[in-house]
Each structure stands twice: as C-alpha cells, then as structure tokens.
C-alpha cells in the first residue's frame, strides 16, 4: 500500500498501520488530568490515511471558495472553522473526489497517529526542551497561527500534531468516557454536547500540547484557534 496520497486539491495524507497503544495520561509523571485517566490499552485495527498537515486555507478556499480564518496565509491552518462547516467541507470535499472516503479522525486515531509508536508525553519524549522544534505554541507562536509543515515531523511523518490550531475529532466528549471505552476501535460516547478537540494549539502552555492533552467544544463553536485534518479510509 501506497505510504502517501495526494488528492485532487493537492492535501497529502500519510499512511497509518494497524496497531494497538496505551492511550491516555500518567497520573504522576505528566500530571494527567481525571479526564485523561484511566491510561488504557487502545488497538486500532484498520489502517487508515490521515493529512500530514491541518487542513490548509488554501485547501478549504478550493472547496468552499471562502476563507473565514483570522490569521492570513494560503499555507497557514484554516481556523475559525466550527465542527459543523467540517462536516461541511467534508461533504463537498467527498463529493468533488466522488467518494465517501474523507472523515475527521476519532480521539483514539487521532492519539494513536501522535504518538507514532511512541509512549511519552510528547511523541519526541517526556521534556518540554524540544517541544519548540515541534510545536508552535504560547512559548514562540508570537500570538499566530504559521504556515504548516516548518517544523519537525513526528515518527510517521505528520506535522503539526502538537501545537499551531486545536484539531476537531468525530467524538462526542464525555470526561468519563475512558472509564467505559471498548478496547478495540473506540468512536466516543452515542450523543452529547460537545466535540473533542485535540492537539494544542498557538495560544497553548506546554502542557495543553501534549498527546494526551483533551478539550472539547460545542459543534458550533468557531474560533481562532481551531482547525483540523481529515482522514481517509
């Protein structure tokens, strides 16, 4: 199977293997919050691609022939995007390719795809020394989302993973729901009021931008801050 994909607008989507993990964050080492615990075995058994960067403006304008983000850039993440214009873009974007193939990920592919092996705080280790090789954040973002892609990938070759926008997941968001989570392709909670949100973003202290880090936000919410990538399978 093809390691990448380039589709029709140009968005590059990276190959991710089956395979299982330890989702979720340590009570002592990271300080993880009560809705990161318990830590729990996770497989994922299907691969699946998944945009090795956020989705861009210039991908959305392609699309939507708009562009609703605050910060300028065609490679910049587009942000000021609620749960729903996702959906939307996601719609028409399966439409344009005559597929149903595009998705947002599920909080546990999404954790899955950062950590990339990997079972540290960050997917490069357990400090927040190199954490500004990999992330743009409150430390060094200056206040702005930047153009994806200008620093160091994780082990699978996805950027931006932690930092730049917060990135939207499929799930509904319940704080409990690690207590009752299947083992073997999680997909969240039937119903709720908020969407999952992951990744950190530029405005983040360090800790936010962790894999394990989670937030939430209602379907409608827009917001300098929010962005997302897509998966295909």
Not at 130 to 141: H, I
Not at 155 to 180: I, P, Q, R, S
Not at 182 to 192: D, L, S, V
């Amino acid at each position: 199977m093809s390691q990448i994909i380039t589709n029709s607008i140009g968005m590059i989507l990276v190959y991710i293997p089956a395979g299982s993990f330890v989702m979720g964050g340590d009570e002592i080492a990271e300080q993880a919050d009560e809705m990161e615990r318990p830590r729990h075995r996770v497989t994922i058994d299907r691969p699946f691609y998944l945009g090795r960067y956020p989705v861009t403006q210039a991908e959305w304008l392609s699309v939507m022939k708009n562009n609703p983000s605050h910060f300028s850039g065609d490679r910049h993440p587009v942000e000021q995007v609620s749960y729903n214009d996702v959906h939307e873009f996601i719609n028409q974007l399966n439409t344009l390719e005559k597929t149903k193939a595009y998705r947002l990920p599920y909080e546990a592919e999404w954790e899955y795809a950062v950590r990339a092996g990997s079972q540290t705080i960050y997917s490069f280790g357990n400090t927040t020394n190199q954490l500004e090789t990999a992330a743009w954040f409150r430390k060094n973002s200056a206040k702005s989302t930047h153009p994806v892609g200008k620093l160091a990938p994780n082990a699978w070759g996805l950027y931006d993973m932690h930092g730049n926008v917060h990135e939207w997941c499929e799930d509904w968001f319940d704080k409990k729901y690690y207590t009752v989570s299947p083992q073997k392709n999680p997909t969240g909670p039937k119903k709720g009021l908020a969407k999952s949100l992951r990744g950190g973003d530029w405005g983040s202290e360090d800790w936010h931008c962790r894999a394990a880090s989670r937030s939430l936000g209602s379907p409608d919410r827009r917001g300098n801050r929010l962005g997302f990538r897509l998966v295909h399978c």
